[in-house]
């Protein structure tokens, strides 16, 4: 069974210009999360995705927004890049499931970088 | 709101050696507690998890028992070996959190053959 997914593995965008990342959750999973991992700052919290609609946000500006396809896969856009977006940006899983432990999987991460 | 505090690395051992990461944690009510693991370049794995009181979470090795008394989940392994070395993040998933991860600062392991 494919883990979660995420693309590209590695972004490089300029300061102003728009990001775009991708992530397939795990077979049969329905939550899709969103985290940030800056140097130095540990894992931030920036959107949680269930069924389709937002349900949590992070403490993050609006120009980081997202959506969640019918098909439960996700992506996350950032406008307007600034330098300090700079950053692994992780995509996590979770089945609707109570039978499944309630575990969160994380995938690999997709590393931008705003020059 | 939650929080997860974490004893602050880096740590470095020799291979062998014992290993504790201390993980304190404040939520109201009863949290689910894990520890993840990142090697170099790569995302999150779960080590363990526990989802109650006096759980004890195991996996290669580490353990790590949620003490509701103490608010810790504190993270043991008796042999560290190299292949070990990565970064180890405590986290909780309260009941008032949303569903979501809080997770701590993340601890440095270093191991040394």
């Known amino acids: 069974e494919a883990g979660v997914t995420q693309s590209p593995t590695h972004l490089i965008k300029t300061r102003g210009q728009q990001a775009t990342l991708r992530c397939s959750p795990i077979s049969g999973h329905t939550s899709v999360y969103w985290y940030q991992q800056a140097l130095g700052l540990g894992l931030q919290f920036l959107l949680w995705?269930?069924?389709?609609?937002?349900?949590n946000r992070g403490n993050f500006p609006p120009r980081f927004s997202g959506r969640q396809f019918p098909n439960y896969s996700s992506e996350l856009n950032v406008n307007a890049l600034e330098l300090e977006d700079s950053a692994l940006y992780l995509c996590a899983s979770r089945s609707r499931f109570r039978s499944s432990g309630n575990t969160i999987y994380f995938g690999e991460g997709s590393w931008l970088t705003v020059v | 709101g939650d929080s997860v505090t974490q004893m602050e690395g880096p740590v470095t051992l020799s291979e062998e050696a014992f290993l504790t990461i201390n993980c304190t944690y404040t939520a109201t009510g009863y949290p689910s507690l894990f520890w993840y693991v990142q090697y170099p370049g790569e995302g999150l794995q779960l080590l363990l998890k526990?989802?109650?009181?006096?759980d004890k979470g195991s996996n290669k090795g580490f353990e790590a028992t949620y003490r509701k008394e103490t608010t810790s989940f504190h993270l043991e392994k008796g042999s560290v070996q190299v292949s070990d070395s990565a970064v180890y993040f405590c986290?909780?998933?309260?009941?008032?959190?949303?569903?979501?991860?809080?997770f701590g600062e993340g601890t440095q392991l270093t191991v040394n053959p």
């Open positions: 526990a989802t109650k009181a006096d």
């Open positions: 995705y269930d069924e389709g609609e937002e349900r």
């Open positions: 986290a909780l998933k309260g009941e008032t959190s949303g569903s979501r991860l809080t």
